[in-house]
Each structure stands twice: as C-alpha cells, then as structure tokens.
C-alpha cells in the first residue's frame, strides 16, 4: 500500500511538470509578455513663422539717371507679395542751361561758331541740355509685388502717373543774314510757365528683409517722361516723350 502510494505521487509530480512546461510553451507563442515597458517619444515642434499682416508702410529712395531725384512713397502692404501706394519726388537736372530771361535766343551761323553779342551752340559747350528749370516733380500711384516669402527676394516695382515741370515753347525762326557774320539760323526757346506731362516707371530688383520688419531694396529699369528737355545741338527733339534708364535704391519701414 505505501508503495502504491509512493507511485501515485511521484506520477502526480511528473504530470505537473509536464503540464506546467506546455502550459508555459503556450504562453510564449502567443505573444504574450508579462513584462511591461514604457516608450518615450519626442516630437520636434516646428515654430511658425508669423505672417505679414496688413499695414501701413513708409518708403524712401532715391533715382540716379539723367537727374538725381528722391521720392517718398506711403502705401499699404498686403501680406508678402503685394504693395500698393502713392507718392510724390523731387528732380534735379543736372547740367541743365539756366535761362536770365523769358526768352533763349540761339543762333546757328553757317560760317562761325562763335559770335560776339549773339548765342550760338558753342557757348553752351558745358550744358547738355535745354530746360526752363532745374527742378520737376513727379506724383504717382505704386505698386510693387514680391515673389517669394525668403529674406531676399526679387520683386518688380511700376509707378504711373504726372510730372511737373517748367514749360517752354519751341520756335525755328529760320534763316537770316548778319553784315558782319554772314548768314544765320536762328531757334527761339520761351518759358510758358507750369505743365504736367505723364511720367511712368518700371523697376526690377532685389528686396532685402531686415529684422525690424523693414526692407532695403535695389533696382533699375526704364522712365518714361511725356515731353523731354532739347539737347542743345538737336534743338527740337526734346518734344518729343522721354525714355531713360535709371537705378532706385530704397528703403521701407
């Protein structure tokens, strides 16, 4: 009997063992872990960038062409690509003749380039232009459009609307003889007060983003003016409408 018993124990403990293992092999191939873990991920916020709200902006540049000129502009800004505004200048001519008097009287001698007591082209040899006035202004609407959202960008600049400036009228009084010199051409220049001819300008460039939310900007292109000053030894072709080139260099705030 107590051997019996001894049997039936020992077959008991190795049944258990048997079963305790397949239990455990079950286990592992499901997939199942008693362990636990806990995973730490971090995510990199990206910073957005603050976008250009609507404002008002200052701008002031200056031209270098056939004149000097410097022009305020104020407008406003829609975002980055699109600048609207209006402004006004001051020209300064350079090398331009100063009239003494209401009336130029310039006389072309066929046989003589310089007379006494008369004008004639050559007394003008340091001038290159014939202009009632040094000074003009023009006065204008804006637009200028940035293409891209980086610090520097290109951007094209147009500007339309009237300049200011002295008036003249122009009279070839045709030819006539002196006793002393011979015979003669004479042109006649007469200042006729104030006019607005239309003035009109293009510009392409570079714009420079600063950090205070301002902007330096370089261009050049071409200005149209309605009526030009005369260059001295083509008298008449300065009625006709103006066509330089020029270079702006600005800044907005």
């Given amino acids: 009997m107590i051997i019996l018993m ?28 008693t362990s636990s873990s806990m995973i730490v ?10 976008p250009i709200e609507i404002r008002w902006q200052n701008s002031i540049d200056v031209t270098v062409s056939d004149y000097g000129q410097i022009s305020y502009t104020g407008g406003w800004r829609f975002g ?8 006004a200048g001051v020209q300064v001519h350079y090398k331009v003749m100063p009239w003494d008097g209401d009336e130029l009287v ?32 023009p006065v204008y609407l804006h637009m200028k459009f940035r293409f891209l959202k980086t610090k520097v960008s290109p951007y094209l600049a147009v500007s339309g609307g009237m300049l200011l400036q002295g008036n003249y009228e122009y009279d070839e009084r045709g030819k006539d003889y002196d006793s002393d010199y ?20 293009a510009m392409v460039g570079i714009d420079l983003r600063l950090k205070n939310e301002s902007n330096l900007y370089l261009g050049l292109g071409p200005i149209w003016a309605g009526k030009g000053p005369v260059e001295i030894h083509s008298y008449g072709a300065g009625i006709d409408p103006l066509a330089i080139g020029g270079f702006k260099l600005g800044y907005s705030f």
Avoid: C, W
């Avoid at 980055?80 to 402004?87: K, P």
């Avoid at 011979?182 to 300008?201: C, D, H, L, P, Q």
């Fill in 182 to 201: 011979g015979s003669y051409t004479s042109y006649a220049f007469t200042k006729a007060g104030i006019e607005a001819v239309y003035y009109a300008e």
């Fill in 41 to 50: 991920t971090r995510t990199k916020i990206k910073k957005e960038r603050k």
């Fill in 106 to 137: 310039i006389k072309n001698f066929a046989d003589h380039e310089s007379v006494e007591g008369h004008h004639t082209p050559e007394d003008y040899g340091e001038y290159d232009l014939i202009y009632p006035s040094r000074i003009s202004a």
């Fill in 80 to 87: 980055n690509f699109l600048y609207l505004g209006f402004g």
């Fill in 6 to 33: 001894k049997r039936i124990f020992i077959f008991t403990i190795v049944a258990a063992a048997f079963l305790l293992s397949d239990v455990t092999a079950a286990f592992a191939q499901s997939g199942v872990v």
